[in-house]
T-cell receptor, first 113, second 114 residues
Framework: AQTVTQSQPEMSVQEAETVTLSCTYD???????LFWYKQPPSRQMILVIR??????QNATENRFSVNFQKAAKSFSLKISDSQLGDAAMYFC??????????FGTGTRLTIIP | DVKVTQSSRYLVKRTGEKVFLECVQD?????MFWYRQDPGLGLRLIYF???????EKGDIPEGYSVSREKKERFSLILESASTNQTSMYLC?????????????FGSGTQLSVL
């Protein structure tokens, strides 16, 4: 079974600094998808970024980028110029081509003003 | 904007009660999901539905059932609530494309079973 591991239950970063959240996964598939979702205090989860495994180029969405290392099965999220609104739980998720996602246990990110 | 609405933000029930959690989406999505969120365990899939009257078990279906009589509505049912079902329940929906479409989530229902 596929598993997703987030080894950092909590992280903190100074406002305007850069932070990296870690995610590793286990799969025997070669073609799959990876996601980072954000859950702010409002509790409504929103998609931050998505990566297709067949693409070598790392996905980027404004201040959010990923470091996708397929051989190492690693998918970290980098947040640049951290803002107070980035404070949230961040979940890494995996999918291998159907509609179901497997989520990690989450990392709570605190932004220090 | 896509809206996924869960009927209750907070719910308190007694052990043994039958509990209904309702979820409605307004974007004509085929797929709907119920997840359970617990600290340190992340999100775990309970059930999902890819069409009206269709349902499939997720990873932790025991103690739960679901109903999808209309495309926009997906209900999670706890037949006899137990204290170990105290949790945050998240509903989500997505288009059906055969692949991993973006999930749209509701704001969750925090259920406490006493």
């Amino acid at each position: 079974a596929q598993t997703v591991t987030q080894s950092q239950p909590e992280m903190s970063v100074q406002e305007a600094e850069t932070v990296t959240l870690s995610c590793t996964y286990d799969t025997s598939e070669s073609d799959y998808y990876l996601f980072w979702y954000k859950q702010p205090p409002s509790r409504q989860m929103i998609l931050v970024i998505r990566q297709e495994a067949y693409k070598q180029q790392n996905a980027t969405e404004n201040r959010f980028s990923v470091n996708f290392q397929k051989a190492a099965k690693s998918f970290s999220l980098k947040i640049s110029d951290s803002q107070l609104g980035d404070a949230a739980m961040y979940f890494c998720a995996y999918n291998f081509g159907n509609e179901k996602l497997t989520f990690g246990t989450g990392t709570r990110l605190t932004i220090i003003p | 904007d896509v809206k996924v609405t869960q009927s209750s933000r907070y719910l308190v029930k007694r052990t043994g009660e039958k509990v209904f959690l309702e979820c409605v989406q307004d974007m004509d999505h085929e797929n709907m999901f119920w997840y359970r969120q617990d600290p340190g365990l992340g999100l775990r899939l309970i059930y999902f539905s890819y069409d009206v009257k269709m349902k499939e078990k997720g990873d932790i279906p025991e103690g739960y059932s679901v109903s999808r009589e209309k495309k926009e509505r997906f209900s999670l049912i706890l037949e006899s609530a137990s204290t170990n079902q105290t949790s945050m329940y998240l509903c989500a929906s997505s288009f059906a494309s055969g692949g991993p479409e973006k999930l749209f989530f509701g704001s969750g229902t925090q259920l406490s079973v006493l």
